[in-house]
C-alpha cells in the first residue's frame, strides 16, 4: 500500500490549506484512510479519518468545526481542507491507511503511513 501525500505549507493564523492524499482505488476500498500529525517534541496524533464503507467521517476534538475530510473519487484522492488556522496547529502531517474493521484514532493500529508534510502557521 502506498499512499502520497501533497500540500502543506505555511501560513498565517486564520488562514486555510489544503493535503490530498493519493493513493490507488484499491487502497480507498480495502482501508480507511485517515490523518495524523506530530508537532515538535510531541507524539503523533489522530486528526481526522474517513471510513472505506460509507464515507463517515470522524474528528479529533481540536479540530471539529475547521477540518474537513472527504474523498475524491474522480481522482483517487482523500483530501483534507484545513480552515481557521491556529499555531498550535503547527505540525507535520502524515496519511494513514488502517484495514482493522472499524476507524480507531490509536495510531499503532493503523497499518500503513505515507511521509509527512509540514505545516507551520504564524501568529
Known amino acids: 500500500v502506498q499512499l502520497q501525500a501533497s500540500g502543506g505549507g505555511l501560513v498565517q493564523a486564520g488562514g486555510s490549506l489544503r493535503f490530498s492524499c493519493a493513493a490507488s482505488?484499491?487502497?480507498?476500498?480495502?482501508?480507511?484512510i485517515g490523518w495524523f500529525r506530530q508537532a515538535p517534541g510531541k507524539e503523533r496524533e489522530f486528526v481526522a479519518a474517513?471510513?472505506?464503507?460509507?464515507?463517515?467521517?470522524y474528528y479529533a476534538d481540536s479540530v471539529k468545526g475547521r477540518f474537513a475530510i472527504s474523498r475524491d473519487n474522480a481522482k483517487d484522492t482523500v483530501p483534507l481542507h484545513m480552515n481557521s488556522l491556529k499555531p498550535e496547529d503547527t505540525a507535520v502531517y502524515y496519511c494513514?491507511?488502517?484495514?482493522?474493521?472499524?476507524?480507531?484514532?490509536?495510531?499503532?493500529?493503523?497499518?500503513?503511513w505515507g511521509q509527512g508534510t509540514l505545516v507551520t502557521v504564524s501568529s
Open positions: 482505488r484499491r487502497t480507498f476500498r480495502l482501508y480507511h
Open positions: 494513514a491507511a488502517d484495514g482493522g474493521p472499524v476507524i480507531t484514532s490509536r495510531r499503532s493500529l493503523w497499518d500503513y
Open positions: 474517513i471510513s472505506r464503507s460509507d464515507d463517515s467521517t
